[in-house]
């Protein structure tokens, strides 16, 4: 079983980049697939990035699509989060999720494994 620990997080103008990080743990972090979720207040959580076990392939909601870039170092055990040129409306909680051995699944019903979340406030 992984245990995942999102960081990176925080308050950022709009137009400024951020890098959020989700530390895995108790797995074999290169044998899951993993994505990227998030939660605006009052909304249900939303597919934002995925990327599938091998590495090989990512899948971008078209809100974010452009302006992120999901990557993962099987190294440090740590799946990344590039934000740019962000906007008011990227303001959620993002959470990261895996899957064992998965592809790149856009529904949060396809995880297994969720972290705790972070915040991201972007100001206008």
């Known amino acids: 079983q992984v245990q995942l620990v999102e960081s990176g997080g925080g308050l950022v103008q709009a137009g400024g980049s951020l890098r959020l990080s989700c530390a895995a743990s108790?797995?074999?972090?290169?044998?899951?697939?993993m994505a990227w979720f998030r939660q605006a207040p009052g909304k249900e959580r939303v597919f934002v990035a995925a990327?599938?076990?091998?590495?090989?392939?990512?899948d971008y909601a078209d809100s974010v699509k452009g302006r992120s870039t999901i990557s993962r170092d099987n190294a440090k055990n740590t799946l990344y989060l590039q934000m740019n040129s962000l906007k008011p409306e990227d303001t959620a909680v993002y959470y990261c999720?895996?899957?064992?051995?998965?592809?790149?699944?856009?529904?949060?019903?396809?995880?297994?494994?969720w972290g705790q979340g972070t915040q991201v406030t972007v100001s206008s």
């Open positions: 990327l599938n076990w091998t590495g090989g392939r990512t």
């Open positions: 999720a895996a899957r064992y051995l998965g592809d790149t699944y856009d529904s949060e019903y396809a995880y297994n494994y």
């Open positions: 108790g797995g074999t972090f290169s044998n899951y697939a």
